[in-house]
């Protein structure tokens, strides 16, 4: 869902026009995903960015293989090393064991349920908001 370059299109079966930021929790959990991927190119950028496309995936239970990255380390994930073989074989391994694949996705999920939500973090909240 989004953008996707030209050279890649050929690689996909589908590409979703990306949707208004009010409709985007319904458009992504409309994709019905057997499985995310999240990849980053290694860079200083990439390495500051949160960890908010891993919430946004595991709110709604899908899978995830991502790049090896530290926004992305300490999620029950499949993280990989940038290069085409590891890739492909963790996207295989997913596709060729859907009830693992899901169960990580179930995973995943409870991962957010359990660490993630606003109201288990109001007090740091309020603490970075407020004046002391």
Same mark, same amino acid.
């Given at each position: ?34 499985? #995310? *991927? ?8 990439? %390495?500051?960015? $949160?960890?908010?496309? =891993?919430? !946004? ?32 074989? #963790? *996207? ?8 693992? %694949?899901?169960? $990580?996705?179930?995973? =995943?999920? !409870? ?22």
């Amino acid at each position: 869902m989004g953008l996707c370059p030209p050279k890649l299109r050929y690689h996909v079966a589908e590409v979703h026009n990306a949707v208004p930021f009010d409709q985007y929790p319904a458009g992504l959990a409309a994709l019905d995903l057997d499985l #995310a *991927i999240a990849p980053l190119e290694l860079n200083r950028f990439n %390495t500051a960015k $949160s960890n908010l496309r =891993l919430l !946004e995936y595991g709110a709604i239970g899908y899978p995830v293989i991502a790049t090896d990255i530290l926004p992305y380390r300490n999620a029950p994930i499949t993280r990989v090393p940038n290069n085409q073989k590891a890739w492909i074989n #963790a *996207i295989r391994a997913h596709i060729n064991d859907l009830d693992a %694949t899901h169960t $990580s996705g179930e995973q =995943l999920r !409870e991962w957010v349920l359990s660490n993630w939500m606003l109201d288990q973090h109001l007090d740091e909240w309020m603490k970075a908001l407020l004046p002391d």
